[in-house]
Nanobody, 123 residues
Framework: VQLQASGGGLVQAGDSLRLLCVAS????????VAWFRQAPGKEREFVGV????????VIDDSVKGRFTISRDNAKNTVYLQMNSLKPEDTAAYYC?????????????????WGQGTQVTVSS
């Protein structure tokens, strides 16, 4: 499966963005999908994950209350809604499909990775 992340851009602090992760090649409706982000000079960090059926959604404490994840399996798409953006949210955002129906913050859970979309938040 190929993953395509999109929706990034340059925004001001306090703005919102919605990122999309679209799968092609085959469906990922049976797989958990996560979002990670990586700022320059830093390690890639976990943002959140949604299970295959949306029954389980885990958001990292660093963005909890501002970011949400949802999915539309009919469209083979997972969304990351980011509200009240802060300059420290500036990073390249990556989506990843897990090997199974549920995932964690461990990168080894994920077999397929998208190419990343850049989010830049100005103060």
């Amino acid at each position: 499966v190929q993953l395509q992340a999109s929706g990034g851009g340059l925004v001001q602090a306090g703005d919102s963005l919605r990122l999309l992760c679209v799968a092609s090649g085959r469906t990922f409706s049976n797989n958990a999908v996560a979002w990670f982000r990586q700022a320059p000079g830093k390690e890639r960090e976990f943002v959140g994950v949604i299970s295959w059926s949306s029954s389980s959604i885990v958001i990292d404490d660093s963005v909890k209350g501002r970011f949400t994840i949802s999915r539309d399996n009919a469209k083979n798409t997972v969304y990351l809604q980011m509200n009240s953006l802060k300059p420290e949210d500036t990073a390249a955002y990556y989506c990843a499909a897990a090997r199974g129906s549920y995932g964690s913050g461990d990168r080894s859970d994920y077999r397929y990775w998208g190419q990343g979309t850049q989010v830049t938040v100005s103060s």
